[in-house]
């Protein structure tokens, strides 16, 4: 297990690209929401393909308070490309839907299970996601169909979430991180005013070695860890191996 990078150390994965702007090469935008009992955490990173892999910029995080924000980013925002050549828009975005409760007779998990499939049409490819509860052989899965909410009401036949296996997406955003700092392929780089709270929320977990299985794994050692969920996804949804390619 290697030890655990500080604050100054993660950040200097940040390249020379302004906030909410993206790079000349980039192909496509994705995001993440890590649903919150109120609120969301997010992130928005930007792709680009080429001989050696998949490189990734984070351009875009924060909290969100409501669906109306969530939906401000996914459906009018347009991020200027940074040679001036145009704009562009989110492909994919994800939610995690591990909400739980909140103070009104609808839970955050179920209440973001109806508003995917409210808007399910309308421009942007939008997915479920939730941790898996073992260890799965691919970094993410498509579920079972689900049936009914926590609260018994029928959902639609075609609602499916997707597994995502944490500890490997977590160890692939950290390897990626590093591939910034060297400079090197497949690079997740962070845009150049990412700041510490960013660091702090991906450095919650450190990957240690369990005793009992003899394998490492990501625990948290923070409470606030909703911008490396939130950036999982997004990293998630650029994958050639994610649902649709």
Not at 101 to 129: H, P
Not at 141 to 155: C, D, I
Not at 213 to 223: L, N
Request: aromatic fraction near 12%; charge should be neutral.
């Amino acid at each position: 297990v290697e030890p655990p990078k500080k604050e100054d150390e993660l950040l200097k994965a940040k390249c020379d690209l302004a906030p909410q702007t993206v790079p000349a090469d980039a192909l496509a935008l994705t995001f993440c929401a890590d649903v919150q009992k109120s609120g969301f955490w997010f992130t928005v990173w930007a792709w680009t393909r080429d001989i050696r892999g998949i490189t990734g910029w984070l351009i875009h995080y924060g909290a969100l308070a409501t669906w109306t924000e969530i939906e401000k980013i996914l459906y009018e925002t347009e991020y200027p490309i940074v040679d001036g050549s145009g704009t562009m828009r989110i492909w994919r975005a994800a939610f995690d839907t591990g909400g739980g409760k909140k103070e009104t007779e609808m839970s955050m998990t179920e209440e973001t299970y109806w508003w995917i499939i409210a808007n399910f049409n309308r421009g942007v490819q939008l997915w479920g996601t939730k941790g898996a509860s073992r260890p799965q052989a691919t970094m993410f899965k498509k579920g079972e169909a689900l049936l009914k909410t926590p609260s018994g009401k029928k959902l639609p036949d075609w609602f499916h979430l997707v597994l995502i296996d944490t500890d490997k997406l977590k160890t692939f955003l950290h390897y990626g991180l590093d591939q910034a700092i060297a400079r090197d392929s497949n690079a997740l780089y962070l845009h150049r005013d990412t700041d510490v709270l960013y660091a702090k929320h991906i450095l919650a977990e450190e990957k240690r070695l369990d005793r009992k299985s003899k394998t490492a794994k990501w625990e948290r050692i923070r409470a606030a860890n909703h911008l490396l969920d939130a950036s999982c996804g997004a990293v998630a949804l650029a994958q050639p191996q994610w649902l649709g390619g």
